[in-house]
């Protein structure tokens, strides 16, 4: 099975523990049997591969998600990369020509889309299972997964089947609804449209060419940032009049919100965290390293990161976002391919930030233009090159580099190192990167 996973957006609505870099389907809130702890696109990933041991999954996304994405699924997860915001349509255009051009997969090959984030149990790989046998063989250009609907949901549009079987034409589209007309569609046996289906590589493909002048995927992502925006839904599916959609009536969440989320964790709390029994409905997430004590709650979200600390009652909590747009902060914490870093300090002309690299992993070999640096080991085994000189370094000793100096740490074990970043102009941008001799 060849299956796409579309991991797009900064997930605000889920701050403090999320940003323009870390979005929701990397914080790491559902518990596994060995008392670890892993996020969304993990717990997807591991579904998937437990579903279809020779799945062939990649994922689209942001350049700003490819390091954490590493991070958590290593490098053999196949990354299409968007390098910017164009939507749906054009981000599968640019996948499907990745997995034809890049990949290999031939054009009559059936490709499965779905979002990174649904919470979902074995039934719904199954079901992608079945999805992308039926656009293999059936007539139709595009399979739709329509999901028989819990609730009359306002955030989802609909898909009206010309039958109640299993595997049937589709009648109409409708538009997200209000709540009454979203109960008519429902007598109807409309179903909800969560973003996931299946079609022969080579339809997709053709439709790009029809409304996209480009050549093959590298022509294609050189002018992508000239591409209209614009869904997939709008420029393919209704548009599409041989199209099926097949039922499931498994579980389905989407965990967009804080509400959503804590419906789907285990426990009420994760990290350093205390409620006394007069505590009903609250949940707790720390990631502080200190303790947060909650006292005679009902229906309330706790969440304290380094990027800040929420405390709301879980239904306004769906209405964080313009709250949240307006808050411009430095990034307090993040994901990088080689391990994570966490600021501790910002001041005029400093940063302290603590960084934690994985066993067998190093920084790129780079210098500052505008900023000196300083790293204090504090745990672990590794070496450093600074300026083509290599040392052993561990626990306790410290390396300066000067603005201009090249350098790269690279860790034997798992290696933790205090850095002090000094200078007048201390920016993200300022980074020259070099090959390593």
């Known amino acids: 099975m060849n299956i796409v996973l579309l991991s797009g957006g900064s997930g605000k609505r889920l701050w403090p523990l999320s940003n323009d870099i870390r979005s929701k389907q990397f914080i790491k809130i559902f518990k596994k049997e060995d008392g670890s702890y892993e996020s969304m696109v993990q717990r997807v990933y591991r579904q998937i591969c437990k579903a279809d041991k020779k799945a062939n999954v990649t994922i689209a996304t942001s350049k700003t998600q490819v390091s954490a994405i590493h991070n958590q699924l290593g490098d053999s997860v196949g990354i299409s990369v968007e390098p910017c915001r164009r939507d749906t349509f054009p981000a599968i255009a640019l996948v499907s020509a990745y997995l034809h051009d890049v990949q290999g997969i031939s054009g009559e090959e059936s490709v499965v889309v779905c979002p990174v984030d649904p919470y979902v149990e074995d039934d719904y790989f199954q079901k992608l299972t079945e999805l992308s046998e039926r656009a293999a063989s059936s007539d139709a250009n595009l399979v739709l997964m329509g999901i028989e609907p819990t609730y009359p949901s306002e955030?989802?549009?609909?898909?009206?089947?010309?039958?109640?079987?299993?595997?049937?034409?589709?009648?109409?589209?409708?538009?997200k609804p209000d709540v009454k007309t979203a109960e008519r569609y429902i007598a109807q046996g409309a179903l909800w449209n969560g973003g996931v289906f299946a079609y022969k590589l080579k339809y997709v493909l053709e439709k790009a060419h029809e409304l996209i002048e480009f050549t093959d995927y590298q022509d294609l992502f050189?002018?992508?940032?000239?591409?209209t925006k614009i869904s997939f839904d709008y420029a393919v599916v209704e548009k599409e009049d041989n199209i099926e959609v097949m039922r499931f009536g498994g579980q389905w969440k989407d965990l967009g919100t804080w509400n959503t989320l804590t419906e789907a964790m285990g426990e009420p709390s994760i990290g350093e965290a205390m409620m006394n029994e007069k505590c009903d409905n609250v949940h707790i997430i720390n990631e502080l390293n200190v303790p947060v004590l909650a006292m005679g709650l009902h229906d309330v979200v706790i969440s304290a990161s380094p990027e800040g600390i929420l405390v709301s009652d879980k239904e306004q909590s769906s209405y964080i976002k313009p709250f949240v747009d307006s808050i411009d902060q430095q990034i307090m914490f993040a994901e990088k391919s080689w391990g994570s870093f966490r600021v501790l300090d910002v001041e005029t002309e400093s940063m302290t930030i603590k960084v934690t690299?994985?066993?067998?992993?190093?920084?790129?070999?780079h210098s500052h233009k505008n900023r000196d640096e300083v790293w204090t080991v504090i745990a672990g085994n590794g070496r450093t090159i600074?300026?083509?000189?290599e040392q052993q370094v561990s626990t306790g000793d410290v390396i300066t580099m000067e603005a201009g100096c090249r350098h790269t740490i690279i860790a034997e074990t798992e290696l933790k190192l205090i850095e002090v970043q000094l200078g007048?102009?201390?920016s993200v941008h300022d980074k020259q990167k070099y090959p390593l001799e």
């Open 386 to 389: 600074v300026d083509g000189m």
């Open 424 to 426: 007048k102009e201390i």
């Open 155 to 175: 955030k989802y549009g609909y898909i009206i089947p010309e039958n109640h079987t299993d595997v049937s034409g589709v009648s109409s589209f409708k538009e």
């Open 357 to 365: 690299l994985n066993p067998g992993h190093q920084m790129n070999y």
């Open 222 to 227: 050189s002018k992508y940032d000239t591409l």
